[in-house]
């Protein structure tokens, strides 16, 4: 919410500042006697402006882009774990990789976000390989139990992910 405020404030600020460059130009203009040079002159501000409003324009394309690619990384592992019923360290290293721009772009809400999901990837990959090993070698004091509820757990947080994560890039990939 504070951003967006801040944003309107800055477009309000840039639109306001423009307006008294164009201002400032007819001003001159009409004070010449050459209208040549007064034409030119407001044709120039007036092209400045658009060149200005198309570079905002392609900067918050090529953000949205770029958070859209952070959003189908998230998408893509919690289905990934959820198809397999594991995580595996490679495809959790390629997440966390093709997510490394999360801080930059979206701040600590998705960066914290996107560090839960490797944490609790990370954790999964562990129990399974825990429960799967409990098998071939039985361990004194291993608790089968405690592993596998804890993978339970795990899977269950990853199967109820999809939404959360639609709700919580809903705000960085909303389009006005």
């Known amino acids: 919410m504070k951003s967006t405020w801040k944003r309107k404030l800055l477009q309000l600020l840039e639109i306001?500042?423009?307006?008294?460059?164009?201002?400032?130009?007819?001003?001159?203009?009409?004070?010449?006697?050459?209208?040549?040079a007064s034409a030119i002159g407001f044709a120039t501000v007036y092209i400045a402006y658009q060149q200005w409003r198309t570079n905002q324009q392609k900067l918050n394309f090529d953000r949205y882009d770029r958070r859209l690619k952070v959003y189908d990384e998230v998408r893509k592992i919690l289905s990934l774990i959820i198809q397999k019923g594991t995580a595996n360290y490679e495809d959790l290293r390629k997440f966390?990789?093709?997510?490394?721009?999360?801080?930059?772009?979206?701040?600590?809400?998705?960066?914290?976000?996107?560090?839960?999901?490797?944490?609790?990837?990370?954790?999964?990959?562990?129990?399974?390989?825990?429960?799967?090993?409990?098998?071939?070698?039985?361990?004194?004091?291993?608790?089968?139990?405690?592993?596998?509820?804890?993978?339970?757990?795990?899977?269950?947080?990853?199967?109820?992910?999809?939404?959360?994560?639609?709700?919580?890039?809903?705000?960085?990939?909303h389009i006005r």
């Open 16 to 36: 306001l500042a423009f307006s008294i460059l164009g201002i400032s130009v007819v001003l001159i203009c009409l004070n010449t006697k050459e209208p040549l």
């Open 96 to 173: 966390y990789s093709a997510t490394s721009e999360a801080y930059f772009l979206f701040g600590n809400e998705i960066q914290d976000y996107i560090d839960e999901i490797f944490r609790r990837g990370i954790n999964l990959e562990r129990w399974s390989t825990e429960y799967k090993d409990s098998f071939t070698y039985k361990k004194p004091g291993h608790d089968y139990d405690m592993v596998s509820n804890r993978m339970h757990e795990d899977l269950v947080w990853f199967s109820e992910q999809l939404e959360p994560a639609k709700e919580k890039f809903k705000k960085y990939l």
